[in-house]
């Protein structure tokens, strides 16, 4: 009669170490898929944003060989906020001259907005060098971090002739494609005027820009979640309450606006993002730290 005891509890004992193996295993291929998972989502994001990207110049207007006026486009700085870009205007030599002194006079005429700029070259002068404000177009910062601005500069010279008549002067222009967060795109597109040259600024933030913010937001839910997750829990009775979790909420709530203003570009408060995720993500935690206040006040340990 006392063999049947004994004769289960050893076959629970054989059955208890082939059971862990199992658990185990399991746990295993659960990381393992969770792993492969963020690996294919990190690769999706690497193909949508070109990290390695890294900003150049181009060529536009009339064949190097063939300007008469030889012009270097640099932006300086991109005030989204302000829908403004600040550039840098250089003329240069030729290429069939290494100086910097002009060699005859003539009149370059830049174009923004419904604002033109005139800039009178002086044969024998340092060629000039200028800086202006361009609008920016058709964008806003409150897409950020995948806002996207356009600005058109126009550009036209011209000397008078011995006849005293205005000779207009096939212009060369090379620009840089980059500025700090920023990636720029310059394209000459078509005008009515032959002698103009009128060129396209495609202005939007660096893959690498675009990842990092979008990387901080999916950071945010994450908190967001978790914090949710531990209260609910508590609150619902499926987990004990541990007062030390009141400190990680707690944490939670102050990390999320240091997280905020990690931003790269600084991007201000109230962009589309901050109501989607931001603003949401820190109820949230609060909501959380809340619910597990409720639980400690309602269930937790006598004094």
């Not at 340092?126 to 601005?149: A, H, I, K, M, W």
């Not at 905020?260 to 730290?289: C, T």
Request: charged share 15%; aromatic share 8%.
């Amino acid at each position: 009669m006392h063999d049947a005891p004994q004769k289960q509890a050893a076959d629970s004992k054989s059955i208890r170490p082939l059971a862990r193996p199992s658990l185990f295993l399991r746990r295993v291929l659960r990381l393992t898929a969770l792993l492969i998972g963020c690996a294919i989502v990190y690769g999706i994001i690497l193909s949508r944003f070109n990290l390695a990207e890294v900003p150049g110049e181009t060529k536009l207007g009339a064949l190097a060989e063939q300007a008469r006026v030889n012009l270097y486009l640099q932006p300086i700085q991109v005030d989204g906020v302000n829908h403004s870009m600040q550039v840098q205007i250089s003329v240069v030599p030729v290429a069939t001259a290494r100086v910097t002194i002009a060699d005859r006079d003539f009149l370059l005429m830049i174009q923004r907005g419904s604002q033109v700029e005139h800039v009178q070259v002086r044969a024998g002068q340092p060629l000039p060098e200028v800086t202006y404000q361009f609008d920016l177009e058709n964008g806003s910062v409150r897409d950020y971090p995948l806002d996207r601005y356009v600005s058109l500069i126009t550009l036209a010279a011209n000397e008078k002739a011995e006849n005293g008549a205005e000779q207009p002067l096939p212009i060369h222009v090379t620009a840089w494609e980059g500025v700090l967060g920023y990636d720029i795109k310059a394209n000459s597109v078509p005008t009515q005027q032959a002698d103009e040259l009128r060129l396209e600024l495609v202005v939007s933030r660096t893959g690498a820009v675009s990842f990092f913010a979008l990387a901080i937001y999916g950071a945010m839910l994450v908190i967001m979640i978790s914090a949710l997750t531990i209260a609910s829990l508590v609150f619902l009775g499926v987990r004990r309450i541990e007062v030390t979790f009141v400190g990680a909420l707690g944490a939670m709530i102050f990390a999320l606006p240091a997280l905020r203003h990690a931003m790269p570009g600084s991007p201000p408060f109230g962009v589309r993002a901050d109501i989607l995720v931001f603003f949401w993500a820190e109820l949230g935690a609060v909501v959380a730290l809340c619910l597990f206040i409720a639980a400690w006040a309602r269930r937790g340990a006598q004094p």
